[in-house]
Nanobody, 128 residues
Framework: QVQLVESGGGLVQAGDSLRLSCAAS????????MGWFRQAPGKEREFVAG????????YYSNSVKGRFTISRDNAKNTEYLQMNSLKPEDTAVYIC?????????????????????WGKGTLVTVSS
C-alpha cells in the first residue's frame, strides 16, 4: 500500500521558518517527480513547488519563490519543503504529491490533475 505522510506543520509567527517532510512508503520516489500543493480555508488548492526525480530541476509558484525551497532525498524516500519568511497568507494545509513527470507541477495545474499519489496534508498556521 502506497502512503505519503507529511509532517512538520504547526503554528508559527510571521517571519518564522518551518521544514515540512513527506515520507513515502510502498513507493520508490526516485521514479517520480514530487511536489507540494496547499489549500487554505475556503480556498481552492494551489500549486506550491515541484522537483524532478533527480532533484536537478525545481519549479515554484510566484507566491513562494525566493522563500521556499523544495528538496528530496531519494535514499530516504523523502521530500522536503523548507519554508522561510512565512507570512499569514501561507496558512494552509500543505499536501505532498507524486507524479510521473515534473510537467504535471505548476500553476497551470493548481488542482493537481494527473497526480499518481497524494498525502493527506499537514496544517501550517502563520500568525501575524
Amino acid at each position: 500500500q502506497v502512503q505519503l505522510v507529511e509532517s512538520g506543520g504547526g503554528l508559527v509567527q510571521a517571519g518564522d521558518s518551518l521544514r515540512l517532510s513527506c515520507a513515502a512508503s510502498g513507493l520508490n520516489i526516485s521514479m517520480y517527480a514530487m511536489g507540494w500543493f496547499r489549500q487554505a480555508p475556503g480556498k481552492e488548492r494551489e500549486f506550491v513547488a515541484g522537483i524532478s526525480w533527480s532533484g536537478s530541476s525545481t519549479y515554484y509558484s510566484n507566491s513562494v519563490k525566493g522563500r521556499f525551497t523544495i528538496s528530496r532525498d531519494n535514499a530516504k524516500n523523502t521530500e522536503y519543503l523548507q519554508m522561510n519568511s512565512l507570512k499569514p497568507e501561507d496558512t494552509a494545509v500543505y499536501i505532498c504529491a507524486a507524479a510521473r513527470g515534473l510537467d504535471y507541477f505548476g500553476p497551470h495545474n493548481d488542482q493537481g490533475d494527473g497526480m499518481d499519489y497524494w498525502g493527506k496534508g499537514t496544517l501550517v498556521t502563520v500568525s501575524s
